[in-house]
Nanobody, 131 residues
Framework: QVQLVESGGGLIQTGDSLKLSCSAS????????MGWFRQAPAREREFLGA????????YYRESMKGRFAISRDNVKNAVWLTINSVKPEDTAVYYC????????????????????????WGQGTQVTVSS
């Protein structure tokens, strides 16, 4: 059974940096593209960015470029999201998700921003940014 567990959320101050972790178990982590999403109160879930299964490429939502960074370690079965200079509008529940794409069908650089491509999801971790 695949399980994704996020951690690292909490209450932080505007301007601080935050590193969220996502640990995977029960599946072929090194074969999955990994994405990060968030959902703020009364808002739809939004794609933040993702990293290819090899770790060779990252892709970020345009508005996230510069402050967000995704990395992974396929030995530790973990992926991280670093957010720099957090703002109150970063307050949300943050989710990691796995896209078990068919590597024979897609190029090495393929990343989907569509939540429907991500089959496995964590339970989320709350991030609250105080002003």
């Amino acid at each position: 059974q695949v399980q994704l567990v996020e951690s690292g959320g909490g209450l932080i101050q505007t301007g601080d940096s935050l590193k969220l972790s996502c640990s995977a178990s029960g599946g072929a982590f090194s074969d999955w593209n990994m994405g990060w999403f968030r959902q703020a109160p009364a808002r739809e879930r939004e794609f933040l960015g993702a990293i290819t299964w090899s770790g060779g490429r990252t892709y970020y939502r345009e508005s996230m470029k510069g402050r967000f960074a995704i990395s992974r370690d396929n030995v530790k079965n973990a992926v991280w999201l670093t957010i720099n200079s957090v703002k109150p509008e970063d307050t949300a529940v943050y989710y990691c998700a796995a896209d078990p794409l068919d590597k024979d069908r897609y190029p090495l650089s393929h990343i989907s921003a569509n939540a429907e491509s991500y089959i496995y999801w964590g339970q989320g971790t709350q991030v609250t940014v105080s002003s």
